[in-house]
C-alpha cells in the first residue's frame, strides 16, 4: 500500500503531521498558561497592606510566574489604593 503513494502524498501527510504537533503544542502550551494564571498561592489577600502586596506582585514578577504587562496592570491598581 505504501508503494503507491507518490511524492505528492507523503507530502501531504506530513504537513498534516506537522499541523497536528503545532496544534497539539498549542493546546500544552495554553494549559500551562492557564495553570499558571489559576495559582493564587502567592498573590497577596485582597485587603492586606498594599506595600506588603507591591513586595509580593515583584517577587511573583521576578520568579516569572507574572508578564511584565500583567505586573504593570496590577502594579497601577495597588498604587491607587495607597
Not at 3 to 22: E, Q
Not at 54 to 80: H, M, N
Amino acid at each position: 500500500m505504501l508503494n503507491n503513494l507518490t511524492g505528492w502524498h507523503v507530502l501531504i501527510i506530513l504537513a498534516v503531521l506537522v499541523a497536528l504537533a503545532v496544534v497539539v503544542l498549542l493546546i500544552v502550551l495554553v494549559a500551562l498558561r492557564l495553570g499558571r494564571g489559576s495559582s493564587r498561592a502567592g498573590q497577596p489577600a485582597p485587603g492586606t497592606d498594599p506595600v506588603a502586596a507591591l513586595q509580593a506582585l515583584a517577587g511573583l514578577r521576578d520568579e516569572g510566574l507574572l508578564s511584565e504587562t500583567e505586573y504593570e496592570a496590577k502594579r497601577q491598581e495597588l498604587l491607587g489604593r495607597i
